[in-house]
Nanobody, 117 residues
Framework: QVRLVESGGGLVQPGGSLRLSCAAP???????????IGWYRQAPGKQRELVATIDTSGRTNYTDSVKGRFAISKNNSRKTVYLQMNSLKPEDTAVYYC????????WGRGTQVIVSS
């Protein structure tokens, strides 16, 4: 099954920003508009959690811990979903993944975010 591709992670100081990208491979670009995308994260020793979603109508939702700091958006022409992360905290450190939250696909490799001074 074709996986979405995450990128944009890295090492950032507390209070900093990162923008993550979730791209649809060429083989599924024609159905990208049908995907309801969620950004998930998994910290060491913890379960994977859903942090932000955007559905096919563009409606967004966030878990409480990231409200006001993270913003999810979609560019249908580029077949990419973004997660803008501002005011990052050490507890945001995790591997971030994207997937269809209504009909999950196989998980991609994720992108590592480390928030540390």
């Amino acid at each position: 099954q074709v996986r979405l591709v995450e990128s944009g992670g890295g090492l950032v100081q507390p209070g900093g920003s990162l923008r993550l990208s979730c791209a649809a491979p060429r083989t599924i670009t024609s159905v990208f508009w049908t995907l309801n995308i969620g950004w998930y994260r998994q910290a060491p020793g913890k379960q994977r959690e859903l942090v932000a979603t955007i559905d096919t109508s563009g409606r967004t939702n966030y878990t409480d811990s990231v409200k006001g700091r993270f913003a999810i958006s979609k560019n249908n022409s580029r077949k990419t979903v973004y997660l803008q992360m501002n005011s990052l905290k050490p507890e945001d450190t995790a591997v971030y993944y994207c997937n269809d939250f209504q009909t999950p696909r196989d998980w991609g490799r994720g992108t590592q975010v480390i928030v540390s001074s």
